[in-house]
């Protein structure tokens, strides 16, 4: 008898089924609030990365326009007093604690150099921004390749210690 009952009470029982799987959507609300935390970190970080970056993108822009001006009216002069200017304004701009704005000469390019570890400014290229300014060139004579080159080399490094510093 215990044995009927038992086969009995088996073919009553049903099989187990399975739930369907949980699906990944909707997403729960700790999700979304996770999801809106990220996207404002994001937004914050890039933010602050662009702000940051806007003086050496203003500046740069700037070089390129003083190229420009370079390449049409080919002034050295001209090109030196601008690099010169755009430098000043650069650490003006910074508000460094520090600069003194009324430096000139060798004690100029020491503190431009101060700000890498670099010593173009003060043994290089850089030298070029004091003497330049005061040189006599004919107004319309065509500057040289010489002249070329040494504008070249002023513009390439004021972009390099921009990138640096700015």
Known sequence: MLELDKVALQSQLMDIYQPDSVSWWP????????????????????????????LRRASLYELGQIEEGYKQKQSLNQLAMTLNLLLRRILLSKTLLNFEPGLYGRQWLEYLDSHWERQEFSQGAG?????????????????????????KELIDLTRSWIRKVA
């Open 27 to 54: 997403l729960a609300p700790g999700w979304w609030l996770l999801l809106l935390l990220s996207l404002a970190v994001v937004t914050i970080v890039a933010r602050y990365r662009y702000q940051k970056t806007a």
């Open 127 to 151: 030298q070029n921004l004091l003497i330049l300014p005061y040189q006599n060139y004919p107004k319309y004579a065509r500057p040289s390749d010489e002249d070329n080159l040494l504008a």
